[in-house]
Structures are given as C-alpha cells and as structure tokens.
C-alpha cells in the first residue's frame, strides 16, 4: 500500500536522523568544555528521549497498518501508466450488477486492470464495504464520488422510465474531469455488463485519427438482426431523436442512419478534451430542456441522443463480438448458445436485467455474481 511505504520511508528517515545523533552524542560530548558539560549534557540526553518516542510511536503506526492491510484491500494503489483503466458506475441499489461486472473483468484478464469506480456520497461505504470482505479484495481500485450538481437544469423529469435519469447514468459525459491519473485511454462499462474476453484486446483496438471514442455500431452484427427485429427494437436515429422537431432536422442526420450504443466504448481522453466533448455533450442536453428534442418515451433513456448527435460519424467501430447487446429487451428472445459462447462481452441492456426475474440467459451473468456480505442486495428469482 502506499500509505505503508510512506512510513517505511519515514522510520528510515527518522533512522538515520538517530544514527546521526548518536553520533553527535560521542564527539560533542568529548569537546564540550567542563563548566557547561552538565547543561549541554541534560538537552542532548532530551533530544534523543523525543527522537526515541518518535521513533516508538511510527512503528507502532507501521504495526497497526501492517495488521489491517488484508482488510483494506488495495484502493491505496498507485495508478500506473502500463494498467488499463476500466470505468464503472455503482449505483446503491445495483451495486451487486457493479461487483458482478468487476469480477467478470478482473476473472478473465491477464493485463493488470485498475477500476475506478464512481458512485455518489451514500453508497462510498457499502462499495467498499462489498469489495473487502469477498474475493474482490484483490483487485486494484480508486472510488470517485459523482457529483449529480453537475446536472443541474441540464435534465428534465420524466415518468416514464425514471431510473433513466440517475444521475451515474451521465458519468460517461464527464470521463475527463474524473479524478484519473496517468491515462489517455480508457475503457467504460455499464453495469449491466459482463466481459468473457480479455479487456486488453478491447482497449487495444486502434482509434482513427480524429476520433474521441471507439462504439458498437448497431448495425453491426447479422447474428442479432433477427432477434432486434422480433422484439420491435430501434436501430436508427429515427428511435432516439424527434425528427418532427427543427432542431433535430437541422442537424442534417439522415434518419435511418445506424445508431450506437454508448454503454461500452474505449475513449482518447487527449482527444476527448481537444474536441471538448463534454461541453458538446451538456449543450445538447440543455436544449433538450428547452425543446424536447428526445423524451426517454422516444430514445428509451435521454443519456444516448446527445452521444449519437456528438459522435455522429465520428466514432471508431468496435469488434462485434465485443458488444453483444439487447439480452435484456425481452424475457423470451433468446440467442443461440454457440453465438454467446463466441461473445467477448454480453450486455444486458434494455427493462429486464439478469439479477430480476424474468431475464434470458441468466446463468452467464450468476456465474459471475457475488452475494453481498452486508444482505442489502439480493437476487429475485421465482
């Protein structure tokens, strides 16, 4: 941990800072004239009882620390330069799907793999509280608070599917302004995810010159035509933005252009900010509020349309396999087993998640499921 090398440097400082005093003690001693002997004698024997207590003190701090290192897991890591950053939101009330996709990363990756999580203030301690005390103690970790202000006059409250507008739901928006250290790249996750593959030959995948981030086009993969087709799903713009609307039409998107899905994508940060995305992305929220231009009635969620009109035509295009989505628009259409076994990654997106009841193909996402030591997030199953 690095609050525990902190006190190994500092017991070797203070160390040698006793070495020398002794030192000081021998010569000065033989030097000091016989008259101050006496005085000069009691403040040396004082500084070395304060050194001495110090001293006493530090390693009993380094003792304490040593016992509760297990306990604490290993969020005091230093991020390094060689890791691949992974980002993922964990929201209190889906905090098992967050740990569920964590472990499923962590599992099946070879390259060592720093996870920052972000959540809001409530949940700091129940995330923390989830990760040390299961087997994900080991991984490597730094919790971000979200600070849902942010927002503020830049979403509008809508009933229809209000779990849409929780304000981690916009995280993706504001990558550069986290508190992440020594990374250009970086890859994001919804927490509805689970990756099969290793994260490396995700984040590997080489940007075009100009592109702030790699998408899954959804246009992209013939294995699940026939499945988006059955349950009535969107595949264009015409399903995220209100074309009766001017300011949509003055955009100048042809409607039956491809849409993308923004819950895993790898982003350029360096690029990310040349491009100033996020202001991008926060100007075309506030005009929602003013126009209305997509109501999650219409876009299924009001966090893609400003990523579809930002990156429109601007994206790098990720390996299918590496975002195979839709399990959860519906709790009867099905993949086939071969297909999903061919998957580097599975996203449950979409009304019926795997950790509620109905879900198809709920035994690939449990099998990376870890109960929650505090009993606060449970499975329904009939």
């Known amino acids: 941990m690095a609050l525990l090398r902190k006190i190994n440097r500092g017991l070797l400082i203070l160390l040698v800072l006793v070495a020398f005093a002794l030192l000081y003690n021998k010569t ?44 604490m897991g290993m969020e005091d ?3 390094m330069d060689t890791d691949i950053p992974v980002v993922i939101c964990a929201s209190e009330e889906r905090i098992g799907a967050s740990m569920a996709t964590i472990n499923s990363v962590y599992s099946n990756s070879r390259a060592s793999v720093f996870f920052y999580i972000v959540t809001l203030r409530d949940a700091i301690k129940k995330i923390r509280e989830y990760i040390e005390k299961t087997k994900l103690r080991k991984i490597r970790y730094k919790i971000l608070e ?53 994260i490396q030959e995700l984040y590997d995948i080489k940007l075009k010159a100009g592109h702030a981030a790699a998408f899954a086009s959804d246009c992209d993969l013939p294995a699940t035509h026939e499945m988006v087709r059955s349950v009535g799903m969107q595949t264009t713009y015409m399903g995220f933005l209100d074309y009766r609307k001017e300011g949509v039409r003055e955009l100048g998107i042809n409607p039956s252009d491809c849409s993308f899905n923004p819950g ?69 259409a099905r993949y086939p087993r071969s297909f999903l076994k061919e998957a580097q990654l599975l996203h449950w997106n979409g009304r019926f998640k795997p950790w509620v009841y109905p879900c198809v193909h709920l035994d690939l996402w449990e099998k990376w499921f870890i109960p929650d030591p505090t009993g606060s997030f449970t499975l329904v199953r009939p």
């Open 77 to 79: 890591e230093k991020e």
């Open 146 to 198: 979200f600070n849902p202000m942010v927002l503020k006059g830049k979403v509008s409250p809508d009933s229809s599917r209000p779990e849409l507008l929780h304000p981690l739901n916009f995280v993706r928006f504001y990558l550069p302004l986290l508190a992440i250290e020594n990374h250009e790249r970086i890859v994001y996750l919804d927490d509805d995810v689970i990756v099969q593959g290793d």
């Open 28 to 71: 000065r001693l033989q030097t000091l004239p016989k008259y101050s002997g006496t005085v000069c004698r009691e403040l040396i024997c004082k500084y070395m009882h304060v050194l001495g207590l110090l001293y006493i003190d530090l390693i009993v701090v380094y003792a304490v620390l040593k016992k509760d290192e297990g306990k």
């Open 264 to 332: 895993v994508f790898v982003a350029d940060i360096g690029e990310w900010k040349k491009q100033k995305i996020t202001k991008q992305l926060e100007k075309w929220m506030a005009k929602n509020v003013r126009e209305n231009l997509y109501s999650s009635a219409v876009a299924g969620g009001v966090a893609t349309p400003p990523m579809l009109i930002v990156f429109h035509d601007k994206y790098t295009t990720i390996d299918p396999l590496w975002h195979v989505r839709h399990l959860g628009w519906s709790p009867d």
